[in-house]
């Protein structure tokens, strides 16, 4: 039994990028995992399973002075790397060793021998767990792990923080202007091979009123026209072969509009043992699918923040740098999202160049528990814009936003909170429920950031009767407004995925009309970056008209139009029976939703078993299942309820409860970058030779089934 449960350990600390040491129970040969985490799957082929477990192929270990035994990357004299040789006459990078010490750790990860000398000692934000700490999570029986906890330093008791801190820390620049230069050059160059050869057609504009053909003599006070928009359309070639699909095109490393993104990770106690070992998994996964014009920086917070990683290109040298960051992440303290979100803003804010498209990936497992947010026992009432920065409010004037992608993880999180910090910024809420889901939710996320075709998209609706006027513009969390006249509204949009589309209902007041056939409504014009040829384009649709007989027999209503209408009233009813269960009224807040299935149901789009009324009338009952009781909102259907709610007034894929596979409405947001991105995450596991080669033996030991 020994032997399975170490195998299965070995597979999970493999899969999770974490170091498992060897207990009583393991066999006492073989070759010992290396502490080196977070290692590219290009790396995966250099390693071999066997009966004890994984170890490093017999060409690698014999041949250390080569091959650095953490990083697992050759090691030639000259090759811009200095070379530490230990006592154990073991040879690696020294920045490889110094960053595995950094927290004084005096064990060499290969032989496990005990150090006398280390490298330069630069210890990190926190400190490795202590042993009482360890008994949280069930490792204080771990005799070889615990052994490494007692050698590391010591910590205080910080009386007015209440919690255990480091001795040392390292210094941190005061103005974060050490951002790594972009490659402008190399990127415009790219670009404009493409831009001279093809011919670009970026933003599709469709529009559906609610009948085409009405009686001369009817007004409507409410007449909809839907808005339909979508980036990416296909790019024609000058060469005789099939049409190259846009969305492809940016989803290259090399074509598309390079990414500034910044994570702000939650390393709070909370996070210990298989919360954090998933985080680093899920980091690798991103670090990994960024291209060499892309840069990431990390922060880690707790009870403060502390900026791990600068603004660095992910080149194979900062991809490395950077994984070895997120493998020195410790889980410690307490929770304060304020300090880490503030900190993120720095880095975007002190930043010397800027790539074009900028975002802030925050996630967090906990409440926080160092400021001050508002007052009053109801969540709805706090004010949670005190959390964020107001440079990175989307309504803020001043021409610095950063969207904020909040991942609220597990059933403690603050939902509220992390809800409208993405809110406040124009991000997403993410709700991963299971812990397994996290690095599948950061897939769909990074899936859409490195596909941005469109910014700063501004929508102007304009009246083409003077007779007409504008009634509402429904546009969910988007900023919109209507010209005092009435004549003409406008949308703020921002930034388009490739393939993303976007649905806005226009409210007409449309008058009687006294001798005319058709009357002109409307006509749509987009202003837009195009983020291929770097310039400010303008579309615009054809003119929107209905016929207007004297007698209209029957008219018809649009589908699609009707469609929208029910997705707008579902999100309505679920601001609505969300605000009645904050105020303590479960049972009002699923009547409310049953009220909106009932009305949907009998539209057109639902008679005619529309795929998106289908998806809608599910999410609405498992969101009712959640409002079972006072518990069950509390622990997972707040949170579902807000990330739903998110992913409706954005119109953009979130994660939502346990899945991010389109088992709700998810699948009606995701876009095919998407897609791509979230079946490459979940494929990593099952693609891995070395993993299925550990699994088989635990897999043929079981019973067949009869």
Known sequence: MGGKWR??????????????????????????LSDAALLPPSNWENMVSSSHGLRLSKSKSKSSQQTCSICLMKMEQGGGHAIFIAECSHSFHFHCIASNVKYGDRIYPVCRLKWKEIPIWSPGLDPLPSRASMDTVGWSGHDALMDVVDRLPTTHWDENRQHAVPVFRCAEPGVFNDDESLDHLHVIAE????????????????????????????????????????????????????????????QSRNHRAPVDLVTVLDISASMSGTKLALLKRAMGFVIQNLGSNDRLS???????????????????????????????????????????????????????????????????????????????????????????PPSMHSGDNTGFHIPVHAFGFGADHDASLMHSISDISGGTFSFIETEIMIQDAFAQCIG????????????????????????????????????????????????????????????????????????????????????????????????????????????????????????????????????????????GAVSILENCRRVSSDTVSAKSHDRLCVALDAELKEMEERMASRHVYEVSGRAYILSGLSSHLWQRATARGDSTDGSSLVQAYQTPSMVEMLTQSQAMLLNSPSTQNLFQPLWSSQPKPR
């Open 448 to 587: 859409g950031l490195l596909s941005v075709v469109v910014q700063e998209l501004q929508v102007c609706v304009e009246c083409m009767n003077p007779s007409l006027c504008l009634g509402s513009l429904k546009a969910g969390s988007y900023p919109s407004n209507l010209s005092a006249d009435g004549k003409t509204g406008y949308i703020d949009v921002g930034d388009l995925y490739a393939d993303e589309e976007r649905d806005f209902l226009v409210s007409v007041k449309v008058p009687a009309e006294s001798a005319a056939c058709e009357t002109s409504l409307l006509k749509v014009k987009c202003v837009y970056r195009d983020l291929l040829t770097k310039g400010m384009t303008t579309s615009e649709s054809d003119i929107i008209w209905i016929q207007r007989p004297e007698i209209a027999e029957h008219e018809e209503i649009s589908i699609e139009v009707d469609r929208q209408r029910n997705r707008f009233r579902a999100a309505e009813a679920i601001a609505e029976a969300r605000t009645a269960a904050e105020q303590g009224d479960l049972i």
């Open 298 to 388: 990390v922060i880690a917070f707790s009870s403060t923040a502390r900026r791990l990683f600068p603004l660095r290109r992910m080149s194979d040298l900062g991809r490395q740098q950077a994984l070895q960051a997120v493998n020195s992440l410790v889980a410690h303290g307490g929770t304060n999202i304020a300090e880490g979100l503030r900190k993120g803003e720095k880095v975007m804010e002190d930043r010397t160049e800027k790539n074009p498209v900028t975002s802030i990936i925050l996630l967090s497992d906990g409440q926080d528990t160092y400021t001050v947010y508002g007052t009053g026992m109801n969540k709805s009432q706090q004010n949670y814009e005190l959390l964020v």
């Open 191 to 250: 670009s404009k091979n493409y831009t001279d050869d093809t011919s670009v057609t970026t933003m599709k504009i469709e529009t559906y009123p609610e009948v085409s053909t009405t009686p001369r003599s009817r007004t409507y006070d409410d007449f909809t026209v839907l808005v339909h928009l979508k980036a990416a359309a296909a790019i024609a070639t000058r060469n005789p072969s099939p049409s190259i699909h846009y969305a492809s095109l940016l």
């Open 7 to 32: 195998k299965a350990k070995l597979a999970l600390g493999l899969n999770l990028c974490a170091y498992l040491p060897r207990t009583l129970d393991d066999d006492d040969d073989g070759e010992r």
